[in-house]
Structures are given as structure tokens and as C-alpha cells.
């Protein structure tokens, strides 16, 4: 592990994964957080994912390409992603280098992106009383 | 031993008798060898103590002399450690500071003198004469303008050259190191006279990525340059640097006053373009410099000695990627910047420079 802070954490809340990036990520580690919360979702069995990436100091085409593949993954996996927090600046960058995140749901906040969350994900009793993994 | 055979004159005219400090003589010994042992000194010490004692004899109860040999003796030896201590303590002080001479310093001063002589005799005739004359002699820039019907700013300039010559030369010499390629002197001797233009006109800061040799002599060159505060430089090989080009590109351009937005807009276009080094060529370098002509700007340049660009019209086209991206790293920098230029030679790798103009107002 790399010594000093944690560079991502990410934490249950009930259902849900949240995922937050605390400072800018190389590529190596972008690829490292990607690994991690994939499995986490299946350990967790997480119906729905946030990504917090309000500290990022750039979304590049690494950047946003990982974001994009973490929600495809996750969504296979049988859990719904919504990347929260990008900085206005870094969307303005992130439209003139031609990226976007794609088919990816985006919310201003963490709020906004647990109600997104609350809204899109399906809540079967059966599921929930059982902490199932069963997406529909 | 000649302890105590004559005591001090005045001492006859004492009260005790000589005899009686005489007969103290073994027990002083006992006392400083049990202390010192075979301590060159020791002798010393016990005439020392036996002196003191005589000295004081008249002031002493009787009865009492050998308690106050003893005291003596013990007061002796602890002023010795203390002078012996005190003297260690200030050794430095009196020390040579000329380290002593190395067996193998004769040989490097020989080495050096050979150097020295060696760069001397590739300079041209009026360049040694004029930095002989001015360096060795003394004669300052107005003199010898005045004989060589010279201005003194044009013999300062000359100077100024030839002493750059002579860095490289007396470096090359000392290296015994022949420059393996024609293009090595010249760049050299633009890093040697801190000369930019003429760096970037003899593209040193590429040649010194390629080549060895120059690579290692331009260190000690640049060295005595005076670093500028308006220019990062990092060197390019693993993930870790892409993050620390983009931050020193964004550090360096926020002290000239650009905008929150731009700062990221550069900070990405540069992500992009390091990126490409640590893929493609595995190592090269970004340098970010702040520009003051024509207009206030940050310039990024990114090398690399990679395998180079075979079709840079296409690597630029949105689409293309060779590394299964989205082939957004160049045409996505190049849309970033306001300024965007490839120089690809296949084989020898890759330049990119790119520039954000700030904007005024």
C-alpha cells in the first residue's frame, strides 16, 4: 500500500458504495481504484455506486476513460454509477479535449447523486431483505 | 631521578627541612602511577607535586604534609586530563586546514594542469593570447580594446566566449572523451554560454536526451548558470511524473496570473502530453517555461527519444491511437492550447511544443 493518506476511500452506506478520490491520481493508481471498488461492489454487494471525484485536479482522457469503464463494469456487475463533483472548471477542460463521461448518469453532489441513486435503483423487498445481489 | 634534589633556594631558609618532603617522594609516586600508570607525564607530575608541596611546606601543620602531598598529587593529575581534554577539545583550531595531501592528488593535479593545457591549445591564437592576457596578466577589457582597436564591451563578449569554449574543451579533455557526433561541440558550447537562442537553434535540449556524452558533460555546464525561477523541468518516465508535470505546469502558470479555467485547460493539455512520453518512448522530459514574447504566455515543450511519429498528420487526427485509447492525446492537447506543433523523426523520437497565451484583461 502507498504510505501516507489515503488517496481514495471507499465506503458502504447501505446499498450503496461511495467512492471518494481525495487528491489528483496517476495512472497506475487510477487503474488501482478502478480494481478496488469492482470488487468492493461485489463484496458489498452494492446496488448503486457514487464516485466523488471533486479533488481531482484534471479529468483526461485516462481520467474520464477509467470513470467510463468503472460505470460499465459496475453496471454489469449489476450496479448503477453516478460520478458526482466535477469541478466546473474541469468540465470546461474536459469539453474542449473532445470527453466527456459518456452514457455515465452525473449529479452535482453527493446529495443530488443519492437521490439519482434512490430514484434508479430497484428496490425489491425480497432483495433488500435478504441483502440480495438480484438486479431486477 | 632527579626528583627534589635541589629544592627551590628559598626553601633552606624554611622551617620544615627539605628532608621531610624527600621522604614523601615514594608515596607521590604511588599515587600518580596507581592514576596514570606509564604516562610519560608521570615523572612530571610527581615533581610537580613535590614542588607544591615544598612551596607550601611552611604553611602546613605538621603532621600534615602527607594528607597534603596527597590532595596535591590528586590536583596535579586532574589539571593534566583537564589540559589534555581542553587541548583536544581546541585542536581544530590550530589544526593546518590544508587536508593533508592525498597520495592520489599529484595525479589528479597533473591530470588537471594537462586539462587545463589541453583546452588552452584547441583555442585560437588570438583567443589564448586575449584570455591569458586578461585572466593571467591582469589586463582589463579597456587596455586590450585599446591594442586590438576593439571596443571594450566587443573584448568582454570575446571573453565571454572563449571562456565557454574552455568549459567545454577543458571538460572534454578532462573526460579524454572524443564528441561521437558532430552535433556534441556545438551544443555544448550553447549550454557552455547560456546562450537560449542559440540552444534552441542547435536543439541542445533534444541532443542532450540522445547523447550520452553530453548528457553527462552538460550537467557541470549548467550548473554555473544561474537557476531560473521562470522554467520547471521534469523529467519524464513512470505515471507519477504525468501527475508532476501537470502540477508544475499549473504552479508555474498561476504565478503569471492565469485563470482558474485555463489553469486546468493546461494542466490537462499537459497530462495528454506526458502521457504520451511515459506510452510510447518510455522516457524524454517536459519543460514549462513562462514567455514574454510576442505575449504573455506559458510554453510546454515535450521530448522524448521514443520510436517517433511515423504519420503526424494522422497521430492528429481525432481517432487515431496506436495504444487502444480513444486517440485523444495529441488532437485533445492540441485543441486545449493555443499553439500546437509535432517534430517527429522516426528513430529518434518526438517533440511537442505547445503554448496558452494568457489572457489580459
Known sequence: ?136 | MPVSASPPADAGRQSEPPADVAALIPLVRRIVEARVGNHPAADDLVQETLVRVLAAASRVEPGLLEPYAIVTARNVIASLWRQADRQRRNQHRVVDLRPAEEPDEQVLAVEEQSAVAQALARLSDREREALVAHEVAGEDTHALASQTGSTPGAVAAQLNRSRARMRVEYLLALENADPPTERCRPVLLALSSGDRRRQREVDAARHVLECDLCARLSQPLMERGQQRDDEVHISVTSDADVVAARQGARELASRLGFRATDLTILATAVSEVTRNIVRFAGSGEVVVELVERPRRGVRVTARDTGPGIHDVEQALADGYSTNAGLGLGLPGARRLMDEFAVVSEPGHGTTVTMTKWLQEG
Not at chain 1, 461511495?18 to 471498488?37: K, N
Not at chain 1, 474520464?64 to 458526482?84: D, F, K, P, Q, Y
Not at chain 1, 443519492?114 to 441483502?131: C, F, I, K, N, T
Request: proline content about 4%.
Open chain 1, 1 to 136: 500500500m502507498t504510505p501516507g493518506p489515503a488517496l481514495v476511500s471507499i465506503l458502504r452506506q447501505g446499498a450503496y458504495l461511495i467512492a471518494s478520490v481525495h487528491t489528483a491520481l496517476d495512472d497506475s493508481q487510477m487503474v488501482r481504484f478502478q480494481d478496488d471498488l469492482i470488487g468492493e461492489i461485489g463484496r458489498a454487494r452494492s446496488r448503486g455506486v457514487i464516485i466523488d471525484v471533486a479533488a481531482l485536479d484534471v479529468l483526461d482522457s485516462f481520467g474520464s476513460n477509467t470513470l467510463r469503464s468503472i460505470a460499465e463494469m459496475a453496471r454489469l456487475r449489476g450496479a448503477v454509477t453516478v460520478i458526482v463533483g466535477i469541478q466546473p472548471d474541469v468540465a470546461l477542460a474536459m469539453v474542449k479535449l473532445g470527453m466527456g463521461t459518456g452514457s455515465v448518469p452525473t449529479a452535482l453532489d453527493l446529495e443530488e447523486g443519492l437521490e439519482y441513486l434512490d430514484r434508479h435503483v430497484q428496490h425489491s423487498p425480497a432483495a433488500s431483505a435478504r441483502g440480495g445481489e438480484r438486479s431486477r
